[in-house]
């Protein structure tokens, strides 16, 4: 079992629909979850970060964490052909700060 | 300097050949990390330095593959005896800690 799973998409959404990506991780003592955005040939961009349970808001994303669940979640509101993009799932035992990425999923907005 | 610097941008060697991969991260941050990232992939953690030391490891493939930083700033990775598995974007982050990384542009290294 991988440590972070995601879906590889591509998930296609149209302009101003909500997109949700989702992550479950193996680790039952991670701490700290990350969302990452990479555009094509890019390097990772930090966007988001969520430290517990429930829902983190800042402008149009929102990171949900489920510690029972081991799932941790970003929605994107009113999506944009910019968002279209890579979204990387990162988990981080506190203890060891190793952050582990998932392999993304790929979100393409379409006009 | 204002971001994550890696040089080379690109690298193309041949199989067997040494490389070094360079990373000035951004000044005042603590914490380097070098991950791996092959394409379709996510990034494939290397090692984590904090300051001079290597904290963890544990993620360096083989023997083959060495990082320093020697003076808790820039750091370089080495691989030695490249085969044309090693082939990837070599990407390079720092940070006060791991809850903040900014990542540097990468090197993409081709092993023929």
């Known amino acids: 079992q991988k440590e972070v799973e995601q879906n590889s998409g591509p998930l296609s959404v149209p302009e101003g629909a909500i997109a949700s990506l989702n992550c479950t991780y193996s680790d039952r003592v991670s701490q700290s979850f990350f969302w990452y955005r990479q555009y094509s040939g890019k390097s990772p961009e930090l966007i988001m970060s969520i430290y517990s349970n429930g829902d983190k808001e800042d402008g149009r994303f929102t990171a949900q964490l489920n510690k029972a669940s081991q799932y941790v979640s970003l929605l994107i509101r009113d999506s944009q052909p910019s968002d279209s993009a890579t979204y990387l799932c990162?988990?981080?035992?506190?203890?060891?700060?190793?952050?582990?990425f998932g392999t993304g999923t790929r979100l393409l907005v379409s006009p | 300097g204002a971001g994550v610097s890696q040089t080379p941008s690109n690298k193309v060697t041949e199989k067997g050949k040494y490389v070094e991969l360079r990373c000035d991260p951004i000044?005042?941050?603590?914490?380097l990390y070098w991950y791996r990232q092959s394409l379709g992939q996510g990034p494939e953690f290397l090692i984590y330095f904090q300051g001079t030391g290597a904290a963890d490891d544990s993620g360096l493939p083989n023997d083959r593959f060495f990082a320093v930083r020697p003076e808790g700033s820039v750091s370089t990775l080495k691989i030695q005896r490249t085969e044309r598995g090693d082939s990837a974007v070599y990407l390079c982050?720092?940070?006060?800690?791991?809850?903040?990384?900014?990542f540097g542009a990468g090197s993409r290294l081709t092993v023929l």
């Open positions: 000044s005042g941050h603590t914490a």
């Open positions: 990162a988990v981080m035992n506190t203890g060891f700060q190793k952050l582990v």
């Open positions: 982050a720092s940070g006060l800690g791991a809850n903040v990384l900014t």
